[in-house]
């Protein structure tokens, strides 16, 4: 089956309206429209985002029982490895969670799989590696969430 990409419709008057009202650039006020984001308080809210306008992170599954762990591992001072996609989320988020670690004195290191060699997500040859430098956590940033049998042979190695 071949792709078939079709463009979003153009806003003109939303996109006008943005940039009247907020003072943005065209290019911008274009991007929000394509993204629904229509009405100028809405566009404010978007574009000066604050940590009160996140979602609660504990909604997610299991999140206590993985912040005990990190809590776990750092004051235990273990070596962690924050695994991440090699694509643009999966190395900003790898990025912001070892400047995190650091901050709160954690022992983190961060690996990117080979693309060419070791492919998408946490694989045997990282869990090796991880298991050879005396890694005790691992950390997923961007995959990881269909890495049953990967998971499953890092917790034989411990």
Request: aromatic share 6%.
């Given at each position: 089956?071949?792709?078939?990409?079709?463009?979003?419709?153009?806003?003109?008057?939303?996109?006008?309206?943005?940039?009247?009202?907020?003072?943005i650039s065209p290019l911008i006020s274009t991007l929000?429209?394509?993204?629904?984001?229509?009405?100028?308080?809405?566009?404010?809210?978007?574009?000066n985002?604050?940590?009160?306008d996140l979602h609660d992170p504990y909604l997610l599954k299991d999140m206590t029982k993985a912040v005990?762990?990190?809590?776990?591992?750092?004051?235990?001072?273990?070596?962690?490895?924050?695994f991440g996609d090699f694509d643009a989320d999966g190395t900003t988020g790898t990025t912001i969670l070892i400047k995190t670690m650091?901050?709160?004195?954690?022992?983190?290191?961060?690996?990117?799989?080979?693309?060419?060699?070791e492919g998408y997500g946490l694989n045997k040859?990282?869990?090796?590696?991880?298991?050879?430098?005396?890694?005790k956590l691992i950390i997923t940033v961007d995959c990881g969430i269909n890495a049953n049998k990967e998971v499953s042979y890092a917790k034989k190695k411990g």
């Open positions: 089956m071949e792709n078939i990409w079709k463009p979003r419709p153009f806003k003109e008057k939303e996109t006008q309206n943005l940039v009247r009202k907020l003072g929000l429209t394509n993204r629904g984001i229509t009405e100028s308080e809405e566009a404010k809210r978007f574009l985002c604050n940590l009160n005990t762990r990190i809590k776990k591992a750092i004051t235990n001072k273990e070596k962690l490895m924050i650091e901050l709160i004195e954690g022992k983190a290191e961060h690996y990117f799989p080979s693309r060419l060699t040859k990282a869990i090796d590696n991880a298991v050879n430098n005396n890694i």
